[in-house]
């Protein structure tokens, strides 16, 4: 069985909570109060100012010309729409983004920079992943059962379950699965352990857009 299958397998508990999350429960339906989607994205626009750097930061570790410009490819079209659907909700909406970072924020970014100044890609790209693919995975779950006609939140939903996004988050799931195949049984067990707690992070990172505590 590939590595991520297994770490999926072991993603599951967290993953389903995450379903769960009134955050998404109510963003599905369109009826998350409006300040507690504004402080989520006040948050992911700090997140991703940093996580943005950290993707470059970690293609310089990839020696394979190929996989560099493949993931360089990737980086920069998801960043791109990011941040462009970052700029209309924050234009539509009129979010404020004159806030500090959460400690959530600051933990995530932190975890994903000890990671990538290992300098062992393997353990990187685990730190890196479920910002994507847990992203993507809630984005096409949201698809399949929201309410898109007159749901506030349609342009986010949009982002994370579009084709694009969903083929870029396959390659990278591909690409680190090739790493792990014959890896030392010491070396899958970290980047299990860089995997399961940066999803601990998106976790939180949802719950804090709705408690903000």
């Known amino acids: 069985m590939s590595w991520s299958s297994e770490i999926w397998k072991k993603s599951l508990p967290v993953y389903e909570a995450i379903l769960c999350l009134p955050f998404i429960k109510e963003l599905s339906e369109g009826s998350l109060p409006a300040q507690k989607f504004e402080r989520y994205i ?3 626009e700090l997140y ?8 470059f930061q970690f293609a310089d570790l ?3 010309p190929s996989e560099r410009e ?3 490819s990737f980086a920069c079209s998801s960043l791109e729409g990011e941040k462009a659907m970052h700029q209309l909700l924050i234009e539509k909406v009129g979010i404020d983004l004159k ?8 933990g995530y970014n932190a975890h994903t920079q000890k990671a990538i100044d290992t300098g062992v890609k393997e353990l990187a790209l685990a730190a890196i992943l479920p910002c994507n693919w847990i992203y993507n995975r809630v984005g ?3 698809l399949s059962r929201s309410r898109l006609e007159g749901n506030p939140y349609k342009d986010w939903i949009l982002e994370y379950g579009n084709e694009e996004f969903t083929s870029g988050v396959k390659m990278l799931v591909g690409m680190i699965d090739r790493w792990a195949e014959g890896a030392r049984e010491e070396l899958l067990a970290k ?8 999803l601990r992070f998106e976790y939180a990172f949802w719950e804090y857009g709705y408690n903000g505590d």
């Open 70 to 72: 493949v993931f360089t």
């Open 99 to 106: 806030v500090s970072p959460s400690d959530v924020t600051l």
């Open 62 to 64: 990839l020696q394979d």
């Open 42 to 44: 006040a948050q992911d």
């Open 191 to 198: 980047m299990d352990e860089e995997f399961l707690e940066a």
């Open 140 to 142: 096409l779950d949201i």
């Open 48 to 55: 991703l100012g940093t996580y943005g750097r950290q993707l």
